[in-house]
């Protein structure tokens, strides 16, 4: 079963709206948990990088303030989308890193962002 | 830093047909490697993972993979193809407290 919860895996929301994204690890402590975004037909891009109780490192030309990550415990991170735009609309996913097993990286099943 | 390569953005195969999906990697440290499979409208499920054990991995659904360090290589590869192995394939690579980097994927097709 899975061991990474995503919720929501779909979601539409309307443009100016804010949209929040969770991440659980369901069995185990994530020290550090990254969030991905895919746009069509391609790789999945590392957006940020999270650990538990700091502050989350971003990739370059990923907007901090509109992409608001918290890891406030080692079992859930979030992800807000604020003032969503159609532009955001997109494959978004979590990975979390098993604290015990540093090689073990676990993936959500991803959310579909709809920005209406 | 480290990357992926993936030879091949689209890979057709009968079905029956062996499956071999490339991957290279670059890294300077010793890496893990890792294979998803990410299918429509679908999150990504890991396949398999080489974590410095045995060079030869397997993986679910007939899937299996070889790490060989003198060709930077971790090639996927399934002696019979089978249509529901029509989907995305990543190749991703990380070191200890490491970012993952995934490689562009690879869209296998499978034909009847």
């Known amino acids: 079963g899975a061991v990474v919860s995503q919720h929501p895996s779909r979601v539409i929301c309307k443009s100016g709206t804010s949209v929040k994204i969770e991440c659980r690890s369901l069995?185990?402590?994530?020290?550090?948990m990254f969030w991905y975004r895919q746009f069509p037909k391609q790789s999945l891009m590392l957006m940020a990088t999270?650990?538990?109780?700091?502050?989350?490192?971003?990739e370059q030309g990923v907007e901090k303030d509109k992409f608001l990550i918290n890891h406030a415990s080692l079992t859930l991170s979030t992800l807000t989308v604020t003032s969503a735009h159609p532009e955001d609309s997109s494959f978004y996913i979590c990975s979390a890193r098993d604290g015990r097993r540093q090689n073990t990286i676990y993936f959500g099943e991803g959310s579909w962002l709809t920005v209406v | 830093a480290q990357s992926v390569t993936q030879l091949g953005s689209h890979v057709s195969v009968s079905e029956g047909a062996l499956v071999l999906l490339r991957c290279n990697y670059s890294s300077s440290v010793p890496p893990y490697l890792f294979w998803y499979v990410q299918y429509p409208n679908q999150g990504l499920q890991l396949l398999l993972k080489?974590?410095?054990?045995?060079?030869l991995v397997k993986g679910i659904n007939g899937f299996e993979a070889e790490f060989k360090k003198s060709e930077t290589s971790f090639h996927l590869t399934k002696p019979s193809a089978h249509m529901s192995d029509a989907a995305e394939y990543f190749c991703a690579v990380t070191s200890y407290g490491q970012n993952f980097v995934f490689g562009p994927g690879t869209r296998l097709s499978v034909l009847p």
């Open positions: 080489y974590t410095s054990a045995a060079t």
């Open positions: 069995d185990f402590q994530a020290t550090t």
């Open positions: 999270s650990n538990e109780g700091s502050k989350a490192t971003y």
